[in-house]
């Protein structure tokens, strides 16, 4: 256990220690599994749910984060409304009950929507301003591309018009300024995606709704089917978009987790058993209390 402390990869502390890996994730297994029953979840109001791959491919799982402490509490496979169900479960076998979270902060996925409403009822749903920015990106490169398939020069520019111009190089800035004054619809998308940033500073709702009418207007003027269609998935999801004004519950937390998880996936590297995963998760991000023996200063 000192070893895993100190990031090495279970499969490289059964090779110093002259045992099979599966000997080590046994005792891991064990010492996890103790730090988790004597867990203590009961005082969460604020959850959050995210998806991250276990591994190259398609295979995820689902995490809850208690926003106020920025740890996980429960993992499970997959990625589906099913896996907010058993999150609501396990919190349940702690005695809390559905209607202790207030807030509930994730993406604007279907599935999580659909678990997140069917799970805890009375929470408030706040989308994560984060993903909410990451389809604005989208859509953004969604025309850099089309202008590039005829102007090659725009190819090597996507992060030029994704990052903020102050983060950029005076050359980069400068060729940015040239793209946008010389194609008008790059231009005008751009020039949308700059304004729609400003919603986030936005003083009230009110005037966030006024703010909203105004750029999805603007939208429907420039006609451009990219930026059309992220306003229709904002127009669709406003409510709970318009809610990170008033909580301010954001999903940056759970990316900070998703970083550690980058590190779980190396040390539970050779892993064939997900739950060996989700315990080196809960290892790194549950700030859990352990009670195997130290001998080592």
């Known amino acids: 256990m000192a070893l895993i402390e100190r990031e090495m990869p279970v499969s490289r502390v059964a090779e110093i220690l002259g045992v099979h890996p599966q000997r080590i994730w046994t005792v891991f297994d064990h010492w ?76 604007m996925s279907p599935a999580f929507i659909a678990g997140g409403k069917k799970a805890f009822p009375k929470a408030k749903i706040t989308f994560d301003r984060f993903h909410v920015v990451k389809l604005l990106n989208e859509a953004m490169d969604t025309v850099r591309k089309q202008e590039a398939k ?9 992060y030029s018009f994704l990052r903020h111009f102050d983060d950029l190089s005076e050359k980069r800035q400068q060729r940015l300024s040239d793209a946008i004054t010389l194609y008008p619809t790059l231009g005008e998308a751009y020039r949308l995606k700059v304004l729609f940033d400003d919603l986030w500073s936005m003083p009230d709702t009110k005037t966030a709704q006024a703010f909203m009418d105004d750029w999805m207007a603007q939208v429907e003027t ?13 127009k669709a999801h406003w409510s709970g978009i318009l809610r990170f004004l008033e909580t301010g519950l954001t999903n940056a937390i759970l990316e900070g987790i998703n970083h550690k998880i980058q590190l779980a996936k190396r040390r539970a590297r050779g892993f064939r058993n997900i739950n060996h995963f989700i315990n080196m998760v809960y290892f790194l991000c549950g700030r859990l209390n352990f009670s195997y023996p130290r001998y080592f200063t």
């Open 222 to 234: 420039a006609g451009i089917p990219a930026f059309k269609k992220f306003a229709k998935t904002v």
């Open 32 to 107: 996890v599994c103790e730090g988790r029953k004597n867990d203590d979840p009961s005082r969460i109001r604020r959850l959050g749910v995210d998806e991250t791959s276990s591994r190259k491919g398609h295979e995820y799982i689902t995490i809850g984060v208690d926003m106020d402490e920025g740890r996980v509490i429960h993992a499970v496979p997959g990625k589906d409304a099913a896996t907010i169900l058993k999150i609501q479960q396990y919190l349940a076998s702690q005695e809390v009950k559905p209607e202790q979270i207030e807030h509930l902060s994730m993406d």
């Open 150 to 158: 005829e102007h090659t020069e725009l190819k090597r520019q996507k």
